[in-house]
């Protein structure tokens, strides 16, 4: 995980709440499959992350609820390479 301008020391999410959006499927080779979560920004108890895929990058925002990170809203898109392309 890489961290991206000043976190302020303050714990970072650890991540494990993003496992539900692992958007690698079984249809890319294990070898090709990467998942890279930027910390963008940790303000208190609120959080941006950039989370970087082979397929999608996401971009989120996270709020520690109770000491547990929770993700309360995704942004994502496809890389190109896996856009469908207009028939025509």
């Known amino acids: 995980m890489r961290r991206s301008g000043a976190a302020g020391g303050l714990a970072a999410p650890s991540f494990s709440c993003l496992r539900q959006l692992d958007p690698n499927t079984t249809d890319v080779p294990a070898d090709r499959r990467r998942v890279e979560p930027v910390i963008l920004d940790i303000y208190g108890d609120l959080a941006s992350v950039r989370l970087s895929s082979t397929k999608v990058v996401d971009y989120m925002h996270l709020v520690r609820c ?17 856009k469908r392309r207009p028939e025509g």
Do not use: A, F, H, T
Not at 66 to 82: F, T
């Open 66 to 82: 109770n000491g547990e990170w929770k993700i309360i809203n995704v942004l994502r898109d496809l890389r190109p390479e896996y």
